[in-house]
């Protein structure tokens, strides 16, 4: 077994409008996208909104526009700003505080959800503000969340693109979280171990015992937590059920980096970067649906994107 499916199911990236949520058949979906649009071309015309239509259906207005600045490209890691409310202006999700730093994603079909969001930053440059009004369709769907998000809600988005980051400056940004984690907990005898990887061993194992080498499969109980949080995402312990990992073959760099050349007994800590542990990770607004997404069974990381983890194990076999 390369991995069991505590850790396998967060590999796979979500589909582009998680079809499980907003699921239709063709017919009902050509009925929501005609709904949509009609729905949005008469809210554009009756608020009088000087807005542009885009070939894919929203509505956007640049409200201020910096025609020197760099375009966003294809993969590039993008900071905004944003405001979502639906067109009858209930609050989904606010985040416009620019003391606080800005959510990042990567721009590409799987970097963000809703997806209008992506689309909108094709048109866009560095430090550019923009609305955009957005169906449903390329919004949430048909997907409902408690009271915050109601199944087909077309949306009104404030954005503001602050800049496009270098991976380089994102990998820095992490480790240096990583580095003041250590130092204002006082925790002793981390060593980076590979590129955005911190290891130490807890308590020593039974050295008598083989070490874990590439391709050995390393059974663990651990607990996982985002950097700073105090409670687990994830943890094999309350259902009794061990993880095993095939080092080398796991897809997560932190695991097949932290795991390699441990022995039973032993207890380990890593702390990690996205980049070496949840890179594909989607970024999902508002961030308060993460977690209902994954418990419907969507194909989505648990732990949000550019955000460091903190990984502790007991070793309890290698094979």
């Known amino acids: 077994m390369i991995l069991s499916n505590r850790f396998g199911w967060l590999l796979a990236l979500s589909p582009l409008l998680f079809t499980s949520c907003i699921q239709e058949t063709e017919t009902d979906l050509d009925r929501s996208i005609t709904r949509d649009n009609l729905i949005m071309e008469q809210y554009i015309s009756s608020n009088n909104i000087n807005a542009t239509k885009a070939q894919l259906g929203f509505y956007y207005e640049k409200t201020e526009e910096k ?20 067109i009858d202006g209930q609050l989904i999700d606010s985040y416009l505080d620019e003391s606080q730093e800005p959510k990042y994603f990567k721009y590409s079909q799987d970097g963000l959800w809703p997806i209008a969001i992506t689309y ?11 609305m955009v009004y957005t169906p449903s369709y390329l919004a949430f769907g048909n997907y409902g969340f408690e009271q915050l998000i109601l ?8 954005l503001k693109f602050v800049k496009k980051y270098s991976e380089e400056e994102l990998k820095q940004r992490e480790e240096n979280m ?7 907990n006082g925790l002793q005898g981390f060593q980076e171990i590979a590129d955005g990887v911190f290891f130490r061993t ?35 312990y309350t259902s009794n059920q061990p993880t095993t990992v095939s080092i080398g073959n796991s897809g997560l760099t932190f695991l097949n980096e932290g795991l390699k050349g441990v022995v039973l007994d032993e207890k380990v800590e890593v702390l990690a970067t996205s980049f070496a ?3 594909d ?33 007991e070793v309890l076999a290698v094979q």
């Open 120 to 130: 909108a930053a094709g048109l866009a440059r560095e430090g550019e503000e923009m």
């Open 277 to 279: 542990s949840y890179v």
């Open 281 to 313: 990770a989607i970024q999902i607004l508002p961030e308060a649906i993460r977690e209902d997404l994954v418990e419907r069974g969507e194909q989505i990381d648990l732990v949000k994107p550019f955000t460091p983890i903190w990984f502790k194990a």
């Open 178 to 184: 990583i580095q003041e984690f250590i130092a204002d």
């Open 67 to 86: 025609p020197d600045a760099a375009q966003f490209t294809n993969a590039d890691y993008i900071g905004i700003y944003y405001e979502i409310k639906t």
């Open 202 to 236: 807890l308590e020593a194992g039974d050295e008598t015992k083989t070490e874990s080498t590439l391709g050995s499969n390393v059974s663990v109980d651990f607990e996982l937590f985002e950097l700073g949080e105090t409670e687990p995402v994830l943890e094999s």
């Open 151 to 158: 199944p087909a809600s077309n949306l009104v988005i404030q």
